[in-house]
Each structure stands twice: as C-alpha cells, then as structure tokens.
C-alpha cells in the first residue's frame, strides 16, 4: 500500500513539474557590447553578412549599449529618428549610417574577397 502511494506522489510530481512554466529573460546582446574590442567584432562580423539588415540591427544593439539618447545627439538625429532608421526593413541612405557609425565611434574597413596571390619571383638573369 505504502508503494502504491508513494507511485501515486511520484506521478502527481512528474505531472506538477511538466505543468510548470520555467520564464527566461530575453537575450539582450547590447547587455554584452561592454568594450571597444566586442562592439567592433559584432559590428564587423554583421557587416559581412549579405543580408543588410544584419548590419542596421547591430548597429542599434551597439546604439542601444552606448545609450540612444547619447547616439542621437552626437549623431545630430532625433532619438525617434534613430530608432526607426535602425528598425527592421528600413533602408537608410549611406550617409546616415556613416553619420551613426562616426557617433559611435567606428569606422569602416574595405577587405578584398578574392585570394591573395604571391607575387612570381622575378628571375634574375647573370649578366
């Protein structure tokens, strides 16, 4: 009898525990953007993602790190303004993001995709 109830508590735990709902704080990566060295790796990896909204997203996660109040101002924008040039689907001129990057205090950076290839050796012929 005393196995059957104790089978009994074992169930109404395991059905208890299936019924709880665990909550998880959302993932908020501008809470990790917390030196120079990080904001320009995120930055950098977003800006050779083919898709360009990559790069407007974690332009606003590093805006969103340094404050966006701080951002708009020094970036001469509206707050307003800034979050809607950096939301999603938005297609802001290059200038604007050049005047956001330099708020920021980033740059870019050009790489070439194709292989770097050595030079042939001259051969050098004994006169």
Known sequence: MKKAKAKENVKANAKASAKAKVAYAPFEVADYLDSEEAIAEYLSLAARDENPGVLLKALGDVAKARGMAEVAKASGLGRESLYKTLAPGAKPRFE????????????????????????????????
């Open 96 to 127: 604007t993001i050049a005047t956001i990057m330099r708020a920021l205090n980033v740059g870019f950076s050009v790489e070439s995709r194709l292989p770097v290839r050595a030079k042939k050796a001259r051969k050098l012929t004994a006169a």
